[in-house]
């Protein structure tokens, strides 16, 4: 692995299912961040966590829950999908909280 | 509440300079960020801005004026793989990250 990694690439999902996205970096950075990216809007963060075993609510988390297990993994889950969840969903990580952000490949959902 | 000021698009010929300004109102200031994001891409960091003046890097170079809440990124020499949105985000007093909605940056041969 290098860098920061996502899966899956898309996912084409119905509404009320279960769905996790998979966040993993390498580069042993302490803060990592969830965005959804739709257009005309920008980057809107979701949920942050600025180290392991600590997590943060952003601009948008309603929907959405984390973990910070560990320094690696991130992962965001969406309990009960809604169509308004269709969007580009990008991972990003950085040495400390809000510097210089290196970002995941994104994931495209849409959800039916 | 904070907001961040950018053009929705710009259009500039190969080889020409282009100038992608940013105007920010947000509480309290505490660095400004440029990312470079090429279309279904992710966005790439492409400079940092805490103090008032030009910060060149190569073709690219980023200013900042605090007191006028403004920055603008700097392309020269431009090449086709310029074409890319380009997005402006500022750090507030909380250490919060605000971000622009981009802007979409077309060069024409």
């Known amino acids: 692995i290098a860098g920061i990694t996502q899966a899956p690439t898309s996912q084409i999902l119905a509404a009320g299912r279960r769905m996790t996205l998979r966040c993993t970096q390498d580069m042993r950075h302490n803060a990592m961040y969830w965005y959804r990216q739709d257009l005309g809007l920008g980057l809107r963060l979701i949920h942050y966590s600025n180290t392991a075993g600590t997590t943060g609510k952003g601009e948008v988390p309603d929907g959405y829950s984390v973990s910070r297990a560990n320094t690696d993994d991130f992962p965001l889950t969406l309990a009960s999908a809604v169509p308004s969840q269709t969007s580009v969903y990008f991972c990003?990580?950085?040495?400390?909280?809000?510097?210089?952000?290196?970002f995941g490949p994104g994931t495209r959902l849409t959800v039916l | 509440g904070q907001n961040i000021d950018q053009p929705t698009e710009m259009t500039a010929t190969e080889g020409a300079i282009v100038q992608i300004n940013c105007t920010y109102q947000?509480?309290?200031?505490?660095?400004l960020f440029w990312y470079q994001q090429h279309a279904g891409e992710a966005p790439t960091f492409l400079s940092y801005?805490?103090l008032d003046g030009l910060e060149e890097k190569g073709r690219f170079s980023s200013f900042l004026s605090r007191s006028k809440g403004y920055s603008y990124l700097l392309l020269k020499e431009l090449q086709m793989k310029d074409s890319a949105s380009y997005l402006c985000a500022v750090r507030d007093s909380n250490y919060q990250l605000i971000w622009g909605a981009g802007t979409k940056l077309i060069i024409k041969p």
């Open positions: 990003a990580s950085s040495a400390q909280l809000h510097n210089e952000q290196f």
């Open positions: 947000t509480s309290g200031f505490n660095g």
């Open positions: 801005n805490v």
